[in-house]
T-cell receptor, first 114, second 115 residues
C-alpha cells in the first residue's frame, strides 16, 4: 500500500533561518515524489517534484528537496525562511505503475516568525 | 495562462439535498482528478478521468457520489442526498497526458458545508 508520513503537524522557524519540512514515504517500486503548498482558502500550488536523476531537486521560491532512497525520505528545505513562506505544506507520492492518483501526507503547517 | 477553475467557491446546503460542483481544467490537459480535503484527514482521492477512457472511480466513498466529464474538458461532481460528513473542500486537478510523472495542477476548490 502507498502512504506518506509527515511526522510534524507544525514547524516554527525564525525568519532568515533554514527550514526543513520532513516527509517519508512507502510505495511499491520506484516513486514519483511531489511537494505542494497551500495558502489560506487557496488550492494546492506545485513546488517541486522528483522523477529521476539528481537526488537534489530545486523548485519554486527557493525551495529544494532531497530524495533519499535508503531512508525513503523526501524532505523539503530552504536555506533562509521568509515570513511569506508561512503556509500548509503537503508531500505526495505516486508509484510509477498502478494507482492513478497522488497519495498525500496530512500536511505540515509552517510558521515563520519575524 | 489560465489555471484550473472551480465553481462555486462556496456552497452551503441542507442535509438531503443534491449538489453539483464544477471543474474547468487547464486547456489541453487530458487528465482530470477530484480530491476531497477534510479537516484533519488530508487529501483523499475520489475519481480520475483520462481522455475517453472509462474513469477510475475507486476513490468514491459511496454511490451518492458520481462525476462526469463532458467533451473531455469540463467535469461535474454530483453528491446526492448530502450528509453532514460530506462537508469538506473539494479540489479538482488536471495534468497532461498519461504519464504518471506529470504534475497535477490544482484549482482553488469548492468549500461545501452541509447543515
Amino acid at each position: 500500500a502507498q502512504s506518506v508520513a509527515q511526522p510534524e503537524d507544525q514547524v516554527n522557524v525564525a525568519e532568515g533561518n533554514p527550514l526543513t519540512v520532513k516527509c517519508t514515504y512507502s510505495v511499491s517500486g520506484n516513486p514519483y515524489l511531489f511537494w505542494y503548498v497551500q495558502y489560506p482558502n487557496r488550492g494546492l500550488q506545485f513546488l517541486l517534484k522528483y522523477i529521476t536523476g539528481d537526488n537534489l531537486v530545486k523548485g519554486s521560491y527557493g525551495f529544494e528537496a532531497e530524495f533519499n532512497k535508503s531512508q525513503t525520505s523526501f524532505h523539503l528545505k530552504k536555506p533562509s525562511a521568509l515570513v511569506s513562506d508561512s503556509a500548509l505544506y503537503f508531500c505526495a507520492v505516486r508509484p510509477q505503475t498502478g494507482a492513478n492518483n497522488l497519495f498525500f501526507g496530512t500536511g505540515t503547517r509552517l510558521t515563520v516568525i519575524p | 495562462g489560465a489555471g484550473v477553475s472551480q465553481s462555486p467557491s462556496n456552497k452551503v446546503t441542507e442535509k438531503g439535498k443534491d449538489v453539483e460542483l464544477r471543474c474547468d481544467p487547464i486547456s489541453g490537459h487530458t487528465a482530470l482528478y477530484w480530491y476531497r480535503q477534510s479537516l484533519g484527514q488530508g487529501l483523499e482521492f475520489l475519481i480520475y478521468f483520462q481522455g475517453n477512457s472509462a474513469p477510475d472511480k475507486s476513490g468514491l466513498p459511496s454511490d451518492r457520489f458520481s462525476a462526469e466529464r463532458t467533451g473531455g474538458s469540463v467535469s461535474t461532481l454530483t453528491i446526492q442526498r448530502t450528509q453532514q460528513e460530506d462537508s469538506a473542500v473539494y479540489l479538482c486537478a488536471s495534468s497532461w497526458g498519461l504519464a504518471f510523472r506529470e504534475t497535477q495542477y490544482f484549482g482553488p476548490g469548492t468549500r461545501l458545508l452541509v447543515l
